[in-house]
Each structure stands twice: as C-alpha cells, then as structure tokens.
C-alpha cells in the first residue's frame, strides 16, 4: 500500500516531476497521474493526434536558446537545423536571437518561408549540388562554407556580388564517439586537414577569386561530446592557422565557427555537456592563442543544434501487444520504430519510456520496446523499466527524442512519418501533419 493509497487527500498536493536532465523542465504527474508538459496531458495528445506523435516544448526550446546566449554573449550562436527544423523552429530560434544553418536547398526554403533574414542564414556541407549553391547566392544568404576544391570555381561563377565563405578546417582532433559522427580528425570527408597542402590551396584559391570574401575558418569535431578539452585545443590550432593565412597573405580573418555536437543526456545518468564550462575553456584557449600569435581576436561562433531542441521532443507511441519469451525478453511492441527513431539503428543510441496515461506505483519488469517493422533491429529501448501490469492500448512516451528524428525519418513499409505538435501557453498544435496514404501515392507517378 502506498501513502497515496492511504491518504488519498495527497494526491491534489503531491506533483512528482520527472528527471529534467531528460524532459522538458516542465513536466510532472498531474493529478490524475498522467504525465503533463506545458500544462498539458501526454496522453491527451495522443488521443487527439494519433500515434506514433512527435511532441515538441516551444518553452523549453527558447529556454536552451537563452542559456546559450547567456554563456556566449559575445559569440554567434548558429542553430544547426539538421537536428530539426520546421518553419516554427526557424521563427523560435531566431526569434530569441540565433542565426540559422541549413545543408540543402530544402532546409533553406524552410528558413526563407519562415522569414528568416537571409543575411543570418550559414550553408554548409560537403556534397553541396550546383543549383543548392545557386539558390543560397541568389537567396543572399550571409555565408557559405566550401569544403572542397570545386566548390570554389563554381562559387565565384555564381556570386554576381561579393560573397562572404568560410574554409571547413579539420583540426585532426579525435574524440571518442561512434565513428559515424566523429568529423573532426584529418582522414575523413568533410573539410580541410589542418596544416595541410590541400588547405593553402584552398586559402589560395579563393583569395584569387574577385567575388568570394574568405572571412573565417569552420570546423566541426562531431556529436555528442560532453569533454569540453577538445574545443581548447580546436581553438589553439584553428588561431595558428589563422596567423599563418595573415602572414603569408596579408589577409586578417575575422571568424572562428566552432561547430556544435555538444552532447545531452538522452537517460538518467548520462554524461552532457556543461556550457559555462565550455564557454570558459574557449574563452582561455582563444586568449592565449591569440596572445601566442599576436592574432586579433575572432568572433567566435557555436552552433547547437541537438542541445537546444533533443530535451525539448517527446515521442508518443500505443503499445500494441506484450510477448513475454520464456528464459529471454519481454518485448513491448508498439505502433512506431525505426521509420520514425532510426538512431538506435544507426548509433545504437539508448532512450527511456515511460507509461504517459497513468502514475504506476506497482510492480515492474524489465522490458525491451520493439518497433513495428520487418526488421529484427527494430529496438527503441532496451531494458527499461516498466510496469508489470502493461496493457495494449497504453501510451509510452520516450524523452529525448527532438533532435534528428523527424530530420531522418522515413517512410519504410509504405508508413507515413508522424506529425508534429508543439505545446505552447497551456496548448498544443499541430506544426507538421501525419503524412497520408495519399500523400505516398500522390508521388508515385506509376
């Protein structure tokens, strides 16, 4: 018996939370056990909307845009919106002062539909196609960064007025993360290996080029780093290259883009990035880099992408049915997977779920929840914590979940892609409709 069960008076006055490392700051039990964010029900939005949903905090997603501009407010802070990006998400961000990062021509006709000023819109890439270059020029957007010898001709072919390029630098830096998204050390595709022939060629190149304005260096060292070393030292070679264009070529770059990755914790106990201590490591390596070189300090830019929006997302799913296998796993299928979550596939990322409808106080077992499709790696969670009494039909919510599920989502097995609805001021709306049958065979031209 719990004190609930023998003070049921307590209920109005007792609202557990739930880890804030993990959820929304503003979430909690309501009264009737069901889990709220925003002052509004999970479980509500899941009867409205239908499942498999995408769920997104509008509050919380501000919220991470402010603590960045509070630890960095003399940088540029860039959202990176291959995490997610949605014609709302481009109105928060830069809205509470962040420029925005696009890699395709699609996400920069999102940002421009959204009416994002063009002038802080950053294109980058490292595959980037001939008419994806021509509408970022023609758009007028502020800057392009080349990461690759072709580009630079192409680039000043297009540029009828001066452009503003960045030069993608690897600072052949490696940092201990799944080699999927490990971007910072010299033999790999993105970029230019520090200190390198290839790179003075680069400098060079567009130096040449009477249209193009090389005014900084870019760099990204990879996703989900919480050492904040790595960032230092990224600092303190990036300067030297820097100091090494102005003496060769009597040309002074004045920006310094430092990527993102910065990690979060996607459960309880996983290891994130601290920002004021990033800010200070960066603050001190650029001091003394500077000082060592005798350089001009740089504006030095961030750009967060999975750390403003991945705490700020919750997807919601149905259970469909409960297999308990006799001397193995306990398998809670439920109506989404990998179609809509492929980065347990890809990374072997880890989530939580946690029942959305109802506060369970019974007893648990441990529990793998399994997506809906052919596919035996269809996992979302492994070994989580669940109530022994789960029933089909019940709501799981699995936090953590804004960044790069929607961006990588699929139609796999003819199923269309969740909506997305935000919650905002006590209320939800649709951003991002479920996509239809008929929207898979309005495509399909026969």
Excluded at 40 to 51: C, E, K
Excluded at 250 to 261: A, K, M, S, V, Y
Excluded at 311 to 327: C, E, F, P, Q
Excluded at 420 to 432: H, N, Q
Aim: net charge negative.
């Amino acid at each position: 018996m719990t004190l609930l069960d023998m003070f049921p008076s307590l209920g109005s006055t007792m609202v557990p939370r739930l880890a804030p490392s993990v959820w929304p700051t503003d979430t909690h039990y309501d009264t009737d056990g069901r889990i709220t964010v925003g002052g509004v029900a999970l479980s509500d939005i899941a009867d409205q909307y239908g499942t498999a949903t995408y769920v997104l905090a509008e509050d919380e997603v501000r919220a991470r845009c402010r603590a960045y501009r509070k630890y960095f407010p003399d940088a540029e802070v860039i959202y990176a919106g291959k995490a997610l990006l949605t014609r709302a998400v481009a109105e928060w961000v830069t809205s509470e002062g962040l420029s925005l990062d696009v890699c395709s021509a699609g996400e920069l006709a999102i940002a421009l539909a959204a009416g994002v000023d063009p002038k802080r819109i950053i294109l980058h890439g490292n595959g980037k196609p001939f008419h994806e270059m021509q509408a970022a020029v023609r758009a007028g957007v502020g800057r392009i960064v080349i990461d690759s010898l072709t580009e630079i001709p192409l680039l000043a072919a297009l540029a009828t007025t001066p452009q503003r390029v960045l030069l993608r630098i690897s600072p052949d830096i490696d940092i201990d993360s799944h080699p999927a998204v490990r971007t910072g050390v010299a033999d790999q595709k993105f970029g230019f290996p520090v200190g390198s022939d290839l790179a003075a060629e680069a400098v060079e190149r567009v130096l040449r080029q009477p249209n193009l304005r090389l005014v900084g260096f870019h760099c990204h060292l990879g996703s989900q780093i919480h050492d904040t070393f790595p960032f230092g030292e990224a600092v303190r070679r990036l300067v030297s290259a820097m100091a090494r264009v102005r003496d060769d070529h009597d040309h002074l770059l004045t920006e310094l883009d430092l990527g993102g990755g910065h990690a979060v914790a996607y459960r309880c106990g996983d290891a994130e990035m601290n920002l004021p201590e990033l800010a200070d490591i960066v603050e001190d390596a650029l001091d003394a880099a500077c000082a060592r070189y005798g350089f001009p300090r740089p504006t030095i830019a961030v750009e967060p992408g999975r750390a403003i929006v991945a705490r700020a997302g919750i997807t919601l799913y149905r259970v469909l049915s409960i297999k308990r296998i006799d001397d193995g796993h306990t398998y809670v299928t439920v109506d989404g997977g990998m179609s809509d979550n492929p980065r347990v596939a890809l990374y072997g990322a880890r989530y939580d779920a946690v029942v959305a409808n109802r506060h369970t106080v019974g007893p648990e077992m441990t529990a793998t929840v399994a997506g809906r499709y052919c596919e035996a790696g269809d996992i979302l969670a492994a070994d989580v914590r669940l109530p022994a009494d789960l029933r089909p039909g019940e709501v799981l919510a699995m936090p953590c979940t804004g960044a790069y599920h929607h961006s990588l989502a699929s139609t796999y097995n003819g199923v269309g892609r969740p909506p997305i609805v935000a919650i905002g001021g006590g209320r939800c709306r649709e951003l991002l409709r479920r996509e239809t049958v008929d929207d898979l065979l309005r495509r399909d031209v026969g």
